[in-house]
């Protein structure tokens, strides 16, 4: 774990192959990205359920390419727990609700003011079933849409007050009826003047409007988001505007930062663009959404030929 200034990736062209974000071993990746300040509170959830407080200044700060510190340095994690999620609460945080979604698609609602005693030692989170892990946690106000989506393409839009509220230790409810082998990668609060940011392991990625996934009820199997057998499997998802910039990295720790404006907006379950270039034997991992960071004169990159900018493909 580690943090950096946010200017650190200067933005680039989407399609491009990005710089190293961190150095990492060998069977390391890079799996979660945000910004935040350094005296917002950080909620870091484990895939076991667990979750610790720490302020933003209370992790290390670290360059561009170092692996930053081992999180069993700052918390005290069990043998074979994993950090899974983390969420940042700033002062001024109106929202009143964390919204906890698993691997397997389970969906827990819970009031934000149940966290705000969290010792040292950490605290359970969520109660999860043999063989499920703590993958999702978002920061909600209770009246929002949400989408859960999953590694073999599918989606589901279910209103927030579907799930509801329960205490910090129970278990959740069912967001989404899930094919045999097929699990959650992201999940997402609609948010109005927004699109829905869908990525794939192999670099493609498209927006859609919110409205183009229809509310269903939750439980459900849910809507086609991405032809995975054509394009491959969903990476993430993620909410955007043209004001923010998407930073990607992939399984080797490459990191591009690209405006989200340059990704074209389409309807599901379309292809989408060229969104980052992906090496053979790796793929994209996750990505991180940020403020847009507007580059100095002379800082401009080159565009992508002509015939790879008119690479994305309309559903038929």
């Known amino acids: 774990m580690k943090r950096q200034t946010v200017d650190t990736y200067k933005a680039q062209n989407r399609g491009g192959k990005g710089i190293m974000g961190m150095s990492r071993r060998e069977e390391d990746y890079a799996k979660t990205m945000f910004t ?7 909620l870091i959830f484990t895939n076991k359920g ?24 700052l918390l005290p994690l069990e043998q074979d727990e994993t950090v899974s999620a983390m969420v940042k609460i700033p ?47 978002d920061v909600t106000d209770g009246e929002r849409k949400l989408v859960v989506a999953t590694h073999d393409g599918m989606a589901i839009c279910f209103n927030e007050s579907d799930a509801r509220l329960i205490g910090r230790t129970a278990r959740g409810v069912r967001a989404i009826q899930l094919k045999e082998g097929d699990y959650v990668v992201g999940f997402a609060v609609a948010t109005q003047g927004k699109q829905l940011l869908t990525v794939s392991e192999t670099g493609y990625g498209r927006k859609s409007d919110f ?8 439980a459900g199997k849910g809507l086609i988001n991405y032809r995975c057998e054509q394009f491959g499997k969903v990476a993430m998802i993620a ?3 043209d004001e923010n910039d ?9 990191v591009i930062r690209t405006h989200a404006q340059q990704i074209s907006a389409f309807k599901r379950p379309s292809k989408g663009v060229k969104v980052m270039r992906v090496n053979e034997g790796e793929r994209l991992a996750t990505l991180s959404i940020v403020d847009k960071y507007e580059e100095e004169e002379g800082e401009e990159f080159a565009q992508l030929p002509e015939e790879e900018a008119n690479e994305p493909e309309q559903e038929s």
């Not at 998407?246 to 490459?254: A, S, Y």
């Open 50 to 73: 667990k979750v610790f407080k720490l302020k933003g200044y209370q992790i290390p700060e670290s360059s561009r390419t170092s692996k930053g510190m081992n999180v069993v340095n």
């Open 36 to 42: 935040c300040s350094t005296h917002d509170f950080v």
């Open 239 to 241: 909410p955007v505007d």
């Open 91 to 137: 002062k001024e945080e109106d929202r009143a609700y964390l919204c906890m979604v698993t691997r397997n698609g389970i969906i827990k609602r819970t009031a934000i003011n149940q966290y705000d005693h969290i010792r040292k030692t950490g605290i359970i989170a969520i109660n999860l079933d043999e063989g499920d892990e703590l993958c999702w946690v």
């Open 211 to 218: 409205d183009d996934y229809r509310v269903q009820s939750r």
């Open 246 to 254: 998407v930073i990607m990295i992939t399984t080797d720790g490459i």
